[in-house]
């Protein structure tokens, strides 16, 4: 019988008390955007990729901004650490010290598309050399005694599938306790529908759980997607940013899109972590990347939508950005129909 997504599962020892996920995202997965989806519901959390090089190595910054877990985090469910990296004596130590650091569980990226990371022989590089990641897993289980996943793209290139084949070999050689697909090529990036027959064969074959990942966006879509692969849960990424009420809605009835101020009250709620987490010049800037995310919700007719994500970009403090916040709560609804959650 097919499990629903407000069902717990067990990650190894992990009870994870519901099946919908929050994705890693590089450089955007810290604390208070996994807490914001935990507040809304996620049963679990992955942190952004950090690089296992720079926690053997000590790097400040990495080891004390970015492995820092918030306690309002742990309520919810596990919080997952992701790794990378194409060593095994590194993955080694920088597991063990990720373990140390408070980590539930962790994430190895095995699928991250991006050039500068797979030159250094990481991330989907290592679909092409399926030995060294059973080894690389097999390290990060042992260092860290923990539960570990591993993130996959179904290939390299259009049309493979050795992200298949390597999924086998990490359950049944290294001791992985679930896998995350992507069932995308690394090629493509996030371009294309993603193969959820692929996802669906996985399933059926893989003596672990399959989490799903991959162009999951809207609330109908993706529990049709989780219907026909048969995953264990489904891991949300982009679909989630700005958005946690999507989370919301795939664990309960479908409610109506967020009203403008609730909408506000949470990108004002971002900025204060954001404040808290990086200090008020820091956070001025990191805040440019999220600030996209939201304004699409606001409900703008396009022109004032437009305007606002100008000033936005443009603003020098964390108070002008406050001020223009302020500002569009008056301002008139959107010409077109109202988002979906």
Same mark, same amino acid.
């Given at each position: 019988?097919?499990?629903?997504?407000?069902?717990?599962?067990?990650?190894?020892?992990?009870?994870?008390?519901?099946?919908?996920?929050?994705?890693?995202?590089?450089?955007?997965?810290?604390?208070?955007?996994?807490?914001?989806?935990?507040?809304?519901?996620?049963?679990?959390?992955?942190?952004?990729?950090?690089?296992?090089?720079?926690?053997?190595?000590?790097?400040?910054?990495?080891?004390?901004?970015?492995?820092?877990?918030?306690?309002?985090?742990?309520?919810?469910?596990?919080?997952?650490?992701?790794?990378?990296?194409?060593?095994?004596?590194?993955?080694?130590?920088?597991?063990?010290?990720?373990?140390?650091?408070?980590?539930?569980?962790?994430?190895?990226?095995?699928?991250?598309?991006?050039?500068?990371?797979?030159?250094?022989?990481?991330?989907?590089?290592?679909?092409?050399?399926?030995?060294?990641?059973?080894?690389?897993?097999? $390290? =990060?289980?042992?260092?860290?005694? *923990?539960?570990?996943? #591993?993130? &996959?793209?179904? /290939?390299? +290139?259009?049309? !493979?599938?050795?992200?298949?084949?390597?999924?086998?070999?990490?359950?049944?050689?290294?001791?992985?306790?679930?896998?995350?697909?992507?069932?995308?090529?690394?090629?493509?990036?996030?371009?294309?529908?993603?193969?959820?027959?692929? $996802? =669906?064969?996985?399933?059926?074959? *893989?003596?672990?759980? #399959?989490? &799903?990942?991959? /162009?999951? +966006?809207?609330? !109908?879509?993706?529990?049709?997607?989780?219907?026909?692969?048969?995953?264990?849960?489904?891991?949300?990424?982009?679909?989630?940013?700005?958005?946690?009420?999507?989370?919301?809605?795939?664990?309960?009835?479908?409610?109506?899109?967020?009203?403008?101020?609730?909408?506000?009250?949470?990108?004002?709620?971002?900025?204060?972590?954001?404040?808290?987490?990086?200090?008020?010049?820091?956070?001025?800037?990191?805040?440019?990347?999220?600030?996209?995310?939201?304004?699409?919700?606001?409900?703008?007719?396009?022109?004032?939508?437009?305007?606002?994500?100008?000033?936005?970009?443009?603003?020098?403090?964390?108070?002008?950005?406050?001020?223009?916040?302020?500002?569009?709560?008056?301002?008139?609804?959107?010409?077109?129909?109202?988002?979906?959650?």
């Amino acid at each position: 019988m097919q499990p629903q997504l407000t069902d717990s599962w067990k990650l190894g020892p992990l009870e994870v008390p519901n099946r919908v996920m929050l994705a890693p995202l590089a450089g955007i997965g810290n604390w208070f955007v996994r807490l914001q989806a935990k507040r809304y519901g996620a049963g679990m959390a992955v942190s952004e990729m950090v690089s296992s090089h720079a926690i053997h190595h000590r790097n400040a910054r990495t080891c004390e901004e970015m492995l820092r877990i918030h306690p309002q985090e742990r309520p919810g469910g596990p919080v997952s650490t992701q790794l990378f990296g194409a060593d095994p004596e590194v993955m080694r130590s920088a597991a063990a010290y990720a373990a140390g650091s408070g980590a539930d569980a962790l994430d190895l990226n095995m699928g991250c598309p991006v050039p500068k990371v797979c030159k250094t022989g990481a991330g989907a590089a290592l679909l092409d050399q399926p030995d060294l990641a059973v080894a690389v897993a097999k $390290a =990060a289980c042992e260092g860290s005694g *923990l539960p570990v996943t #591993v993130k &996959l793209r179904s /290939g390299r +290139r259009p049309g !493979e599938t050795s992200g298949l084949q390597l999924a086998k070999r990490l359950v049944a050689e290294a001791g992985v306790a679930a896998i995350a697909l992507h069932p995308r090529s690394a090629a493509v990036h996030h371009k294309g529908k993603p193969d959820y027959e692929l $996802a =669906a064969q996985l399933a059926g074959e *893989l003596d672990a759980p #399959v989490i &799903l990942s991959g /162009g999951l +966006r809207e609330r !109908e879509q993706i529990l049709a997607a989780f219907e026909q692969t048969g995953a264990s849960a489904v891991m949300l990424a982009r679909g989630a940013l700005g958005n946690p009420w999507l989370f919301r809605g795939l664990l309960g009835p479908q409610a109506p899109p967020p009203e403008r101020a609730e909408v506000v009250g949470e990108l004002r709620w971002t900025i204060a972590a954001a404040v808290e987490h990086l200090g008020g010049e820091r956070a001025t800037r990191w805040m440019r990347k999220a600030y996209p995310w939201y304004v699409e919700r606001l409900g703008l007719a396009r022109p004032d939508a437009k305007a606002l994500q100008e000033d936005l970009q443009r603003a020098q403090t964390l108070d002008a950005v406050d001020l223009l916040l302020q500002q569009c709560l008056s301002w008139g609804p959107a010409e077109v129909g109202a988002l979906t959650v």
